[in-house]
C-alpha cells in the first residue's frame, strides 16, 4: 500500500510536469522565451511543484479514496504578445500539455498491448496511462483557468474571442481560490460522469479493466 502510494505521487508530479514543460517548449517555438529564461524548461520537479496542488490537493484526495486523482504545477509562464499565429497561439500552447498526456497514455498503452511488460509491472504502467488520460481530459475541459478553456477561445469569432479572454482574466485574479472551488465542484456533482469516460478511453487504449 505505502509503495503503491509513493508510485501514485511520483506519477503525478512527473505526468504534470511534463505538461507544464509542453506548454513551455511550444510558446518557445512559438517566438516567446519567457519559460526558457525563468528556468521552467526542465523535467526537474522542484522548479515545478506548487505546494498545494502539487502535494496537499493529491494527499486530500488519496486518503478520501477519491474515485481519481488529480493536482497541478506552477503555471510555465508565457507572453502570449509574443507567440505567432495570432489568437491560435495561446490555444496551441495550452494544447500542448494535455496532448503530452494523451502521448504518454499511448507510448504505455502500446507496451501493454503488445506485453512487454510482465504481469507484476503492467497495473503500474496502466496507473501511469489512467492518470496521464485524466489529467489530459480533466484539463481539457473548456472552463477558466483549464487549457480546454484556451483551446475553445482559439475558435471563437475574434468579438467573442475578446470578451472570452475578459472572462478569463477576471476569472485569473482569484487564482487559487477559484481552481480549489471548480475541483471541489466537479468532484462533487460531475466525477462520476468524468471517471466512467476515463474509465472507457482507459479500456480502449489498455485492453485492461479497472476493479
Known amino acids: 500500500m505505502q509503495e503503491f502510494f509513493i508510485f501514485s505521487i511520483a506519477v503525478l508530479i512527473m505526468s504534470i510536469v511534463v505538461h507544464e514543460v509542453s506548454h513551455g517548449y511550444v510558446a518557445e517555438i512559438l517566438g516567446d522565451p519567457t519559460a526558457r529564461l525563468a528556468g521552467r524548461l526542465t523535467l526537474n520537479p522542484l522548479h515545478h511543484l506548487d505546494p498545494f496542488g502539487s502535494v496537499i490537493l493529491p494527499l486530500m484526495l488519496f486518503f478520501t479514496n477519491s474515485p481519481f486523482m488529480f493536482g497541478w504545477a506552477k503555471p510555465v509562464p508565457y507572453n502570449e504578445y509574443n507567440l505567432r499565429n495570432g489568437k491560435w497561439g495561446p490555444g496551441l500552447v495550452a494544447l500542448a500539455g494535455p496532448l503530452a498526456n494523451i502521448f504518454i497514455a499511448t507510448f504505455f498503452s502500446f507496451l501493454i498491448r503488445f506485453g512487454v511488460f510482465p504481469d507484476s509491472v503492467t497495473s503500474m504502467a496502466g496507473l501511469i496511462v489512467l492518470m496521464n488520460l485524466m489529467l489530459a481530459f480533466f484539463n481539457l475541459i473548456p472552463i477558466p483557468p483549464l487549457d480546454g478553456s484556451k ?40 466525477a462520476d460522469i468524468f471517471t466512467s469516460l476515463v474509465y472507457s478511453i482507459f479500456k480502449i487504449f489498455t485492453g485492461l479493466s479497472i476493479i
Open 151 to 190: 483551446v475553445v477561445a482559439s475558435f471563437l469569432p475574434r468579438r467573442y474571442y475578446i470578451s472570452w479572454v475578459a472572462f478569463e482574466r477576471n476569472i485569473a485574479r482569484y487564482g487559487l481560490i477559484s481552481m480549489f472551488l471548480f475541483v471541489f465542484f466537479f468532484v462533487l456533482i460531475f
